[in-house]
């Protein structure tokens, strides 16, 4: 359980770090969010737990993939609110076009029998 507690906690502790430090200057806040914090603790943590290659190599090759329609959404949103739509409707859409998108990325890689 503590284990658990010190993994959140450091989750927790990288977002608010990110939004601070967007709210400071937000091109260097979005260069800190882009950084694959999250992937590479995850693998730590992955790797501490299991010691397997095998899942780890898994869990970042699909990890490439699922990344890959979650880039509209940057390019959707600030789209959105520079034409005047508001905050919290723009970021619905642009979630739910990323959703959409991460069903049809993998109905793809299944056709391509890509698996994760």
Known sequence: MPYLIF?????GVIIAVVSEVARRAPALGALVAALPLVSVLAMI?????????ERIAVHA??????????????????????SGVQFYFAIGISCAI???????????????????
């Open 7 to 11: 993994k959140a906690l450091l989750s």
């Open 61 to 82: 090759e699909a990890t490439f993939w699922l990344v890959l329609p979650t880039l509209p959404m940057f390019l959707i949103l600030p789209a959105m609110l520079r």
């Open 45 to 53: 943590w992955l790797w501490r737990d299991t010691n397997d290659v």
């Open 98 to 116: 990323t959703i959409m998108l991460y069903a049809v990325t993998i109905w793809i890689l299944q056709r391509l029998s890509v698996t994760f």
